[in-house]
């Protein structure tokens, strides 16, 4: 498979080719989700939820993306991938935003950053394409606001607030964008940007319209069976029952001395040099 490029996604909007992306933040599943053949993987700040255990992505630091995005980059060989500017480190100075910016791409090897924000962050967003990082948008829910919108809800309901987020989108295309995120906006809305704008919108919860589509891993396969179900959500595995299953089932054998069997050991001198040096 060849390196999706810029250039492939914008083609890919062009031909009406969907295009797929994932979230991931460790190296196994990033190199799972490339061979599955996914377009995008973003490691999303939503691994302060996933991963961190936090309630919101905000606790989440430049440093701890920049990690996860070194795992994720020694698997991909396909998909383009993009990482999270966390928050707060793109609202100081175009310097500061350049140089964390920075650091994703030269330390993490990321190929381009998401932003969240309309035409408020628009000249960062310019001024990152022009230093050569592609930028990402991330409109609607922007789950970094959650404390200024009030809760996780859906946004661009009435007719004022969708007009708001189009002169958002315009704003981000206009500076340079290369994709934008519409996370639970209204099928209606998603639709309209997407036929006004010329870059791709990739929806989470925001209906079927959009030129590609985003999950984050852990919640399409159901890695959280306990949780209640959110209705953007389509889970294809039962990954979390069969992690539970499994490590149950392994305690079981410990505790009923059935693991380690007979085939799991080793015997003599021979068998473990064969073993260490082939
Ligand atoms: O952090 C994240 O996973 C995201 C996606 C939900 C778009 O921003
Ligand atoms: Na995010």
New binding site residues.
């Given amino acids: 498979r060849k390196p999706v490029t810029t250039v492939k996604l914008q083609k890919m909007k062009a031909s009406k080719e969907p295009i797929s992306m994932v ?1 991931a933040y460790d190296y196994l599943t990033a190199k799972l989700a490339d061979e599955a053949g996914v377009d995008m993987i ?1 490691i ?3 691994l302060g939820n996933v991963i961190q255990g936090h309630e919101s ?1 905000l606790p989440v630091t430049l440093d701890e993306m920049i990690y996860h995005t070194k795992a994720v980059t020694r698997a991909v060989k396909s998909a383009f991938v993009v990482t ?1 500017l966390p928050f707060m480190t793109y609202h100081g100075s175009l310097d500061t935003t350049l140089q964390n910016a920075g650091r994703i791409m030269r330390e993490g090897l990321s190929k381009g950053v ?1 932003l969240e924000g309309g035409a408020e962050i628009a000249h960062a967003v310019k001024a990152l394409t022009q230093a050569g990082v592609p930028v990402v948008g ?1 409109l609607g829910l922007t ?1 970094q606001s959650v404390h200024v919108l009030g809760g996780y809800r859906i946004q661009g309901k009435n007719s004022e607030q969708a007009r708001k987020l189009m002169e958002d989108a315009k704003a981000l295309e206009e500076a340079g964008a290369i994709a934008i ?1 519409l ?1 639970l906006v209204t099928e209606e809305l998603a639709e309209w940007i997407t036929s006004k704008l010329s870059i791709p919108t990739i929806g ?1 919860g925001a209906g079927a319209s959009c030129d590609g589509q ?1 999950l ?1 891993f852990h919640d399409m396969l159901g890695y959280e069976p306990d949780a209640p179900a959110k209705k953007f959500v389509k889970a294809y595995a039962q990954v979390g029952l069969a992690i539970r299953e499994g490590i149950g089932q392994y305690v079981a054998e410990v505790k009923g001395r059935k693991f380690p069997a007979e085939q799991h050991g080793f015997k003599g001198d021979n068998e473990v040099l064969q073993y260490l040096y082939g």
């Fill in positions: 979230t973003l999303g700040d939503s992505t999270d998401k991330h789950p995120v996370e989470i985003v984050v």
